[in-house]
Structure formats: structure tokens, C-alpha cells
């Protein structure tokens, strides 16, 4: 079918004077009625169609005037100023939500006296009296307990920072879950899933709205500051493409046209990645590998220039304080090894089972939630986790800190200036090296203690996040996983460490380690791990290991991140394909048909389409014997999207097909604007009315509204086809003939079931249209 003559529906010579008023018709008087209605797929031909139409008219018109051709450069401009206009906006949000987010999580453990809106970090760098090795501690920071009582040691001063640190959790969470319910109930959760779904051609009204936007950023600053096992970078690809339906009603090209909207939405997920990790090419293929649709080479150079806007945005708020974009920078001083490969892959192995557990739990937890009580109050629930979550991580010092600071330290390499635990090794008093190339040393006993606090935060992050996904408040998973891995990494890195300086004289170490040297880096490990668990949870690769380095910087380290991030693929993939988001949209039964799944079994349209051996016939419209009051009973008893049209239903030769909204619309149009149009009125889809009698009333002639290329296949089509075809076209319904007789009709919705049959799953799970 071509895009020109599409689903408007009509010869070209038609499209030209009739065809091409048709939307004007339509649109114009009656602005309440929306193209698609709630919950609904939009058709991909028919938008793709209509903005063909809309091309072909300005560029036929920029050649009549000087100021027609000027309107033609704007419009091909919009798309470039849309996307700057994404980029900025999200750039600084995130900005803000970064530096808010930073000051709110320190100011549960205390508060700058010089300035209240300085986080730890900010206070003691614009204090004079800090010392190299107490970096962390000077006078103008107190804890909330040295402020209250003046003292700051012994039992007393904890008891009272622990009461108070539960409190300020248990105080954000609950503005967060109260403002979400509220407000703006769609601003809860990760987002990814819903925006797949939207970006398949799927309308949720409201998800991207105003008020989700505003309500979105504010309560993600509260959810990560009150220490809950959860991250920002999910949430903000949410924000991007707020902020990219915000600025699409700016525009008619974007506002009018749901499918040129997705292309902008599609950009902004990549200015989302770009903010959330500072990482704008992770940002761009991400969006092409995990979140977009329908992805032409024209959106990924837009998804490019925003990703861009957003990174540089960033960089000017410079929120992390040292001048960089990237959230864990790196300086690793050794090569790896091709021995150190097994252990990547063993952590490759860990990131799938892990991502296998965390779905698996996550969703069964969630289908409870759906399913019994537990749903009803939201607000208990996140207080509930919030509590437990507060108490169990303020004894930790490896939990009680924001997660992205954990995962800071545990990707640092030890220099000679570390103050941290984990570097606490047993130091050789005869050494006298350049200070960036320390040997490997024995553990001391900090790095012993800070093994079993580590051993314990991956139990409590690996239990406790399952619990807090899909909580009503702004969720995101990268950076919870990202955690999981980071630990489990550096438990590995530094017991190959401490292999490599006990047993050199072992073959594995014999060719590469030698005594003296610095061979093994546990931060490089934590890094490793950090994107299996992520690649097990999200299956994503590409995107992961290109994010992955342009979070840290390791660019010589991509092999063992690919290592690790397609074992862990591999090992999560045999459990089942699915991702967590895919997860989540099953879950929630949206028509999302998955481009990665493949459709083996041998049905034939016949075996899906309706209506079925016992249904009642399909309810057709006839081409010149239906009345208006016909027209309108049957709009009224059914909620389909549309009807075919036939000859008559004696012969049932297809001709047509016609849209429920265009039929609502024409009727109430020529009633109010056509004399003598009344419900006896007869409704020709003809190319010609046959001269009536003076006696009969007005007919009305509805060939304009009507597309003579509906998408047809024949009842011995096999599903495999079928599948492809909605897929690939975006189609919402596609009817079934045998030798141009009307025999049924497929929608996207009886897809989706039956391929749920095929599965054994449930085929009544799929709850849209």
C-alpha cells in the first residue's frame, strides 16, 4: 500500500480535492473528539500517510510565495529545535535533581552550619580547617546529634543520629508516596515499561502530561534521598520524555501526528541515558536498542544532537563538582590479563543468575501486590520498606551511604591517599616506588572488615530491592543492580588479589605476577561485575558496555565489560528471554509486540481471526442500504475501532474500510451543518448516489471518509506472516477475504493472544486494545 494514498482513503485524484479536506472536516469542529481514543494503538500507515499529505502540501505551496517557502525552512526546522529545546531542559533538571538529591541524603546524617544548603562534600571544601586525612570531618559540618547535646562519641550521640536518620527516611518517603497518589499517579515506578509500550504506537493520556513531569522530579529527589534501594536513571529517561511531549504541543507537525511524536520521544529516552550516566552515545544506542520501536536513521541524528544538548547542559551545572560529566570516573595504573578473564566470566555468570532471581521475585511480588490487599495501600507499603531499609543500613557504613557513592568507592583504585577501608593493606616499610604503582600487599584488618560489611550489604541490597520495585514512587534499577554487582565484584577482586600475592608460584599467576608487582585491580572487578548484573537484569549489551565505559572512563577495559555483559545475557537468556521491563509490560498486560520474539508455531489466520464458530457475524456496514440511524445503533451497541464495508451482505465483497471516529465525526457534522440529513437518511460509500425520489430525505455521501486499501490478507495466510506483518507495518487491524468475499477480521489485541496461547500463558492478560 502506499504511504500517499493511505488510510485517508481515496485515489490521488480524490486525495487532491476531496481526500485532502477530509482532516480539516474532521479536525476542525470538534476539538473534544482526540484521533485516538485512551488505551488504544495508534496506526503507524495512517499517521505515516497523513504526514505525507501534510509534506507534499507545503513544499506544493512554499513554491507560490516568499513567506510560504520561509513557513516550509521552519518546519523542517522544528525537529532540530524540538530536540534543543529536550536537551536543555532535561539538562538541567537533572542537574537539579542531582545537586537536591546530594544535599537531601546528607541531611539525614547532619547540616552545614556556615550555609544549610551545602551538602557534607560542598561544606568542608569551603572550610579553611580541613586536613587532608579528615577530608570528611571539619567544625562547620555536625551531625544532628553533636548539634543537640555537643557530643559526638559514645552511645548516646549514635542512638540519637540512628533515630534521627529513620525519621528523615521515613519523612521523605512518605511526602514522596502522598504527592505520587495525589497528584500524579502515572509518575510512579521506573517508566521504561510504559514507554516502550507508548513508543509501539500505544496511548496512554496523561503519562507524559505537565503535571507528571513536575510531580515526577520532585519526588524522585525525595524517594533517593530517603536511602531506599533504588536509582535515578530510569525515572529521568521518564522526564526526557515529558519534557519531549511538552515541547511536541508546541508544534502541529508533532502535536497532530502521533506517529512523528514518537520519533521525538524516541530521542528524548536518549537524552534521558545521556543525563542520567553522563554517557550520550550509551544514551543514543540505548535508546535504539532497548526502548525505540520504530527507530529511521533521521531520529537516531536527532537522538544524537539532543543526547548532546543534554551532556553539555549537564556539564555547564556541573553538579559532581569536578568538572567532568562522568559519574564514576576511573584511573586504573595496570593492564588486565587474559588469565583474569575466567573471573569476569564468573561474574558474567553471577549477573544472570542474579538478573534471573531479581525478575523472577520481582514479578511474583508484584503480581501479589496486584492481586490481594497489599495493593490497597500504597502508602504502608513504602513506609513499611522505607523503615526496614533505614534501620538495617545505618549500622553498615557501606549502606547507610547513597548507593552511587558506594558504588564510587568500590570501583576506586587504592592510591597511597586513600583513606577508605578498603584500601587498608599492610603497607612494606622498605618500598620506595612512584606513588601511582603500588604492589600487590597483604590485606590488613580493615580490608577483612570491610569484606564481611560487604558480604552483608549484598545480601540486604540483593533481598531488599526486590521489595522496592514498583513501590508507588519513582523507581529506577540501574543503579540498585549496578550496586549488587559492584559489591560481588570487589569480594572476588580482591580474593584474586590476595591469590595472585599469596601464591605467585602458582601456574595460573607464574607468567604474569610477578613478587612486587601490581597486578590485580578490585576495582576493575567491581566494574565488571557492576554491568553483568545490570546486563542480567535489563539484557541489554551493546548499549550496557558503551554506557559502562563512558561512565568511568575505562575505555581499555571494554573486552572484559563485553566478556562479562554477553555471559551474563547468555546465562539469564536460558532461563527465559524476557527482560524486566518486558517483564513489567506482560505484567501489565499493554499490546506490546515484542520485535525480538520470535513466532514459530504453524496457525493460519483462519485458526485467530473473529469471528469465531459460535460468535455472532461480524457487524459490517453495506454500501448503499444502511441508514444513519443504522449507522448509529451500531456505533452505539459496539466498541470497535472500525467496520468493513461490503457490497452487500447477501455477496459480503469487501470494498472498504471505515474508522469508528471518522463515522461519529461525518454523522455529527452533516447533522449540524446539513439541511435534510435525518436518521432515515441513507449512507452511500459509492462513487455515485443514484438519483432519489423528491420524496426521500437527504442522503449522505461518506466515500471520503472511507479507505479503499485496508490491509487484507487471505484466510490461508500463516500467523508466522500475520505476526511479521504487524510488526513491521504497526498495523492495528488487518481484515481476512478468500477471493475478495469479507470472511473475518485480526486485531493487534487477538495477535497478542494468541501468541500468549501458543505460550501457555494467559491469553486474557492482554487487557488492550
Known sequence: MEAGEGVSGATPTEEMNGAGNLMDFLDEPFPDVSTYEDFHTIDWLREKSRDTDRHRKITSKSRESFWELVKSLLDAWSGWVVMLLIGLLSGTLAGVIDLAVDWMTDLKEGVCLSAFWYSHEQCCWTSNETTFDDRDKCPQWQKWAELMTGHSEGAGPYVLNYFLYVLWALLFSFLAVSLVRVFAPYACGSGIPEIKTILSGFIIRGYLGKWTLLIKTVTLVLAVSSGLSLGKEGPLVHVACCCGNLFCSLFSKYSKNEGKRREVLSAAAAAGVSVAFGAPIGGVLFSLEEVSYYFPLKTLWRSFFAALVAAFTLRSINPFGNSRLVLFYVEYHTPWYMAELVPFILLGVFGGLWGTLFIRANIAWCRRRKTTQLGKYPVLE????????????????????????????????????????????????????????????????????????????????????????????????????????????????????????????????????????????????????AAACLG????????????????????????????????????????????????????????YLDVRDEFTHRTLATDVMRPRRNDPPLSVLTQDSTTVEDVETLIKDTDYNGFPVVVSTESERLIGFVQRRDLTLAIKNARQKQDGVVSSSVVYFTEDVPQLPATNPQPLKLRRILNLS??????????????????????????VTRSGRLLGIITKKDVLRHMAQMMNQDPESIMFN
Request: proline share 7%; hydrophobic share 45%; aromatic share 10%.
Open 710 to 735: 485496508p490491509f487484507t490478507v487471505t484466510d490461508h495466510t500463516p500467523m508466522e506472516t500475520v505476526v511479521d506483518i504487524f510488526r513491521k507495518l504497526g498495523l492495528r487491524q488487518c481484515l
Open 536 to 591: 542480567g537484569v535489563t539484557r541489554m549489551t551493546v548499549s550496557l558496555v558503551v554506557i559502562m565505559f563512558e561512565l568511568t572512563g575505562g575505555l581499555e577495559y571494554i573486552v572484559p565489560l563485553m566478556a562479562a555483559a554477553v555471559t551474563s545475557k547468555w546465562v539469564a537468556d536460558a532461563f527465559g528471554k524476557e527482560g524486566i521491563y518486558e517483564s513489567h509490560i506482560q505484567l501489565n498486560g499493554y499490546p
Open 382 to 529: 513504602v513506609i513499611a520498606v522505607t523503615g526496614i531499609t533505614a534501620v538495617l543500613a545505618f549500622p553498615n557504613p557501606y549502606t547507610r551511604r547513597s548507593t552511587s557513592e558506594l558504588i564510587s568507592e568500590l570501583f576506586n583504585d587504592c592510591g597511597a591517599l586513600e583513606s577508605s577501608q578498603l584500601c587498608d593493606y599492610v603497607n612494606n616499610p622498605n618500598m620506595s616506588r612512584p606513588v601511582d604503582d603500588i604492589p600487590d600487599r597483604p590485606a590488613g584488618p580493615g580490608v577483612y572488615n570491610a569484606l564481611w560489611q560487604l558480604a552483608l550489604a549484598l545480601i540486604f541490597k540483593i533481598v531488599i530491592t526486590i521489595f522496592t520495585f514498583g513501590m508507588k514512587i519513582p523507581s529506577g534499577l540501574f543503579i540498585p543492580s549496578m550496586a549488587v554487582g559492584a559489591i560481588a565484584g570487589r569480594i572476588v577482586g580482591i580474593a584474586v588479589e590476595q591469590m595472585a600475592y599469596h601464591h605467585h608460584d602458582w601456574i595460573i599467576f607464574k607468567n604474569w605476577c610477578r613478587p612486587g608487582a601490581d597486578c590485580v585491580t578490585p576495582g576493575l572487578y567491581a566494574m565488571v561485575g
